[in-house]
Each structure stands twice: as C-alpha cells, then as structure tokens.
C-alpha cells in the first residue's frame, strides 16, 4: 500500500491499495497492544487478497471526549440520530470514490465511535460489515453497539455474545472465530530445527510456569516465556505495546515454527472471573496449530473448540495449574512418531480450515460478494501447503 501524501496527521492517514474495491478501517495506529496483533493481521491478508484501501484514524485524534458526550446526548434525548448529530466529530478525510465493501476491524466494543472519523461511509459503500475481535457480555455499551444499525453484517471474535448483539444492533450478527496467516506461520518448506522445548506467552499458571523455570535452571530444556511484568488491577495479564504489529507477528511465527511445545489454552485462563462462565477459544490454538506445534493446555469446553479442532490430540490436555508438566513432555519426548503426526495433522488443519482467508470468505459469503482473483490464489497456496506437509513432514 501507498501513503496518501495528502492526508494529514491530525485526521489519519489513507493507504491506497492496488485495486481499492473494499475500504478498510484500522485502528493500528491508536492501538498498539500486543494482543491486538492479530487482528492487524488479519486485515494484512484482507488487504493482501483485495488490494484493499486502508484508513488510518491518527493517534492524535481525541475521540474519547465527543464520544463521552455523544453517551450523554444519547441518554437524555433518546435519540441515537440527535445525539450522533450533536456530538462533535473529528477531523476527517474526504474519500472520491465508492468501494464495494466497507470493513473496519476494532478490537473491542469502545473503538466504534472512531465511525466518526469516516461521516461518509455508509453513503460510499455498497456493503458494509465490520469486525469486533472482543466483547464480553456484561461489558456490552448499548449506546455504541447502536451504531452497528448502518451495517449490513456485523462479526465478532468470540461466540457468547453474538446473540445480544444482534438484538442491540438490530443487524445479522455473526461468530467469526480468530485464525491466523498460515502461510507466514508455516514451517515448511524448509523444516527448521525445533530448537526451543517449550514456549508460552500471554497469561500464564504461576505453578506451571515455575516448574517450567525449574527444568530450564537444571538446563533440561529451553524455555521461551514473557519477562514483561504481569499488569492490571489483579495482575493478571501480561500485555505490553509494540512498535510495529506485522514485526511482532514475524517474531511470534518465526519462533512457533522453532518450538516443540506450545502452551495453549483458552482465552483469559486465569481470570474465570471476569469472562462469568463463557469459555472462548484464544488466538493461541490458531497460531500454535499453523506453527505445526504440539500444543498442550487447557482448551475450553464447548461445542464450538470440539467443532473447529476436531482431529486427535489438536491439544494435549493439561490442567492449566500443573506442576507436573515436566512428567508429560517426558511421556510425549518417548513417542517421536506421535509428535510427527500431531505437528503435520495440526498444519493440514490449520491450512485448510484456519487461515485469515477462511474467515474473510464467511464475511464475503454473507455479504453476496464474489471472492476476488487473489482469495482463490490464496486457497491454492493454502492446499498445495497442506498436500506437500502430508506428503514430506519430517518424522
């Protein structure tokens, strides 16, 4: 993509792709924590496959102060069409040409008011749908998620709330789980060594992790894990701001490919409290799976992760406090065949039913739009991967 050398920093930037047909909107530059990568991500391989157009709203622009007062508004008028008239509006560009799909990609529920950033957008698309990485149900703001009734189709990330969603919005809404690039996460075609035993990043088991710190001190194993320090009010994440989002991908990728082991387990592991009993899939099985890992934790319990991972050993369960994880790498280091078969079976997966592109074609079906020259060049990259794994993974 090419940097619009008019576009101002105060308003945000535009990135022009080749064909421009769908008009992303990414908040990539407003947000920059890590678990927010993915999602950046996955609008790279959008833009990858469509020559999509990006904008960019800047970092600079204060969206928190009019959308304080666009909640207000709302709630003494009533009126969601008042109130969005009367709220101020950033500075914002002025775009000359229509695209057949409007897609903005937020990483949670509070990022939809920077739509005023874009006044023109339902007018200059002929489809719009949008994707929301993460939303808990008892965090749902009503007078944001209002907003959602100029779509067409809204998604998101996780699968309990997308029924009061739809009743909010008052628009179709759909499951649209996390993926990852397969294509940059594989390790083929040249198999590095797995020099790295064990890796865990993220949120993590205090008594896992100290057993894992043990067998790495007696230099039994390498062990990969975050020295970043566990942060919030209860201390229970691990989260820290990255320079560039596709470097870290980069980073993360080229290290899965490496590892033997991959910790995975399901989303906000160690915080049951504040996900209330909804147990989501995580990023991580995506990720480890496309990496060709074997990958060991706790997944949730749900129809939907025995759908999407339904092939023997995807996860080889371990509790998510388990001081004795060192018992089942020893166990799984006695049987090399299985872990072959586990780390080709995991790939073939992830390539064909995995990828960014999966989800984008559900958005694309949804939609009534037909798949673009690049997503069928993809799909094919894509099998011909998962047809040489199942013919060449190494034993």
């Known amino acids: 993509m090419n940097a619009d050398p008019n576009a101002g920093a105060d308003h945000g930037r535009m990135y022009r792709g080749p064909v421009g047909d769908v008009l992303l909107m990414s908040m990539r530059r407003r947000s920059d924590l890590v678990g927010y990568c993915a999602s950046y ?5 959008i833009a990858q496959v469509t020559g999509a157009d990006r904008f960019e709203p800047g970092a ?10 666009f909640k207000a508004a709302r709630y003494l008028s009533g009126s969601r069409t008042l109130a969005w008239r009367l709220a101020p509006k950033p500075r914002h560009p002025r ?8 897609f903005p990609v937020f990483t949670h529920a509070h990022e939809l008011f920077a739509l005023a950033a874009i006044p023109d957008w339902r007018r200059q698309c002929r489809v719009a749908a949008c994707f929301i990485a993460e939303m808990w149900l008892h965090i749902l703001p009503r007078y944001l998620l209002e907003l959602l009734r100029d779509f067409d189709h809204v998604f998101v990330g996780v699968r309990s709330p997308v029924e009061a969603v739809a009743k909010i919005a ?4 759909s499951y649209l789980p996390p993926a990852a690039s397969v294509l940059a996460f594989s390790p083929l075609p040249d198999f590095p060594r797995r020099v790295i035993d064990v890796c865990s990043v993220g949120r993590r088991s205090a008594q896992t992790h100290r057993a894992l710190i043990e067998l790495a001190r007696r230099r039994e194993i ?12 209860d201390l229970k994440q691990r989260t820290f701001r ?5 470097e870290h991908r980069l980073l993360l990728a080229n290290l899965l490919k490496r590892s033997r082991y991959y910790i995975a387990n399901r989303a906000l592991v160690n915080d049951p409290g504040f996900t209330r009993g909804s147990e989501e899939i995580s990023s991580r099985f995506y990720e480890g799976a496309a990496a060709g890992t074997v990958m060991i934790g706790e997944p949730p319990v ?6 999407q991972f339904d092939w023997e050993d995807a996860i080889v369960r371990l509790p998510f406090d388990s001081p004795e994880i060192g018992a089942l790498i020893a166990q799984l280091d006695r049987d090399p ?12 997966n992830a390539a064909l039913r995995h990828d960014w592109l999966h989800r984008l074609q559900a958005v694309y079906q949804a939609c009534g739009i037909a798949p673009t020259a690049g997503m069928a060049e993809r799909q094919r990259l894509l099998a011909a991967a998962a047809a040489q794994a199942a013919a060449s993974w190494p034993a």
Do not use: H, W
């Open 170 to 173: 008052r628009r179709p809404c």
């Open 242 to 246: 990255v320079q560039d989002a596709a």
């Open 337 to 348: 065949a299985r872990q072959a078969k586990i780390r080709c079976t995991n790939f073939c």
């Open 302 to 307: 749900s129809d939907e992760f025995t759908r």
């Open 95 to 102: 775009f000359e040409r229509r695209y057949e799909l409007f």
């Open 41 to 45: 991500e996955f609008e790279d391989v």
């Open 222 to 233: 390498f062990y990969y894990y975050d020295t970043v320090a566990a942060s919030g009010v």
């Open 60 to 69: 600079a622009i204060d969206l928190d102060m009019p959308r304080r007062a």
